[in-house]
């Protein structure tokens, strides 16, 4: 989601405002998305390439990660659960810190009995990585390449074809994100930062799926 400096910027506030803001515009987004019936909500909290960002902004970044995975309690109320693509914890370069992971884990665990709303975040994510990945499972096994053999080796293979993206703040760039996975989606571009964001703007977006343009 992007936006979170700019929206801060415009307000006189630090950068990291505006991470907190939008953290707390992703709880009511999903709150949102729960109450529509939408299926899958995945979300791109911080990829592969944000690591070089100065080190006090990716900090506040990760401790915004773990109060997101933390927000349990709201997710079982409203019948969500987590889950989580990126870079394996175990796979050479590879970043998520450890408490992350803990968080990231406890989070899944948690949520795991709910069957509505499945809210996936993006950590440690970048599409090609994924793609190349998925490409030498694919090579090591004794199958032919095809389109499901790559689907089934994706970071998490459950997370459907995508119906639509969003991207805020004006961008209209597609930065690196479930490249596979976005093959048929809509695209909706909004010129609102992500901490603007809101429910009637994610109607947008949902009625985009179903229209003809
Ligand atoms: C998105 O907001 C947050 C992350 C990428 C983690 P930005 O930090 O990209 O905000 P802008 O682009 O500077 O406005
Ligand atoms: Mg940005």
Redesign the pocket.
């Known amino acids: 989601?992007?936006?979170?400096?700019?929206?801060?910027?415009r307000r006189g506030l630090p950068?990291t405002d505006?991470?907190t803001a939008?953290e707390e515009t992703l709880a009511t987004i999903v709150r949102a998305a729960a109450e529509r019936n939408v299926g899958w909500l995945t979300v791109?909290?911080?990829?592969t390439e944000?690591w070089v960002?100065p080190r006090t902004?990716v900090r506040h970044?990760l401790s915004l990660h773990k109060k997101l995975f933390g927000r349990i309690t709201e997710l079982n109320d409203k019948n969500a659960s987590i889950r989580w693509i990126g870079r394996p914890f175990d796979e050479p370069g590879a970043l998520t810190p450890v408490f992350i992971q803990k968080a990231i884990k406890k989070a899944i665990a948690d949520t795991a009995g709910n069957s509505g709303l499945v809210v996936t975040v993006a950590f440690d994510y970048g599409s090609r990585a994924e793609l190349v990945r998925a490409s030498q499972i694919a090579l090591r096994s004794a199958e032919a390449i095809t389109p499901d053999l790559l689907s089934a080796n994706m970071y998490d293979p459950s997370v459907p074809p995508v119906d639509v993206v969003v991207r805020t703040?004006g961008?209209a760039r597609i930065s690196n994100f479930l490249l596979w996975q976005i093959a048929g989606a809509k695209v909706y571009f909004t010129e609102r930062?992500?901490p603007d964001f809101n429910a009637s703007e994610l109607d947008a977006a949902i009625a985009l799926v179903n229209s003809n343009i």
């Not at 989601?1 to 910027?9: F, L, T, V």
């Not at 791109?44 to 990829?47: R, T, V, Y």
């Open positions: 989601m992007d936006g979170n400096g700019r929206w801060a910027r950068r505006g991470h939008g791109f909290g911080f990829s944000n960002r902004e970044i703040s961008e930062t992500w």
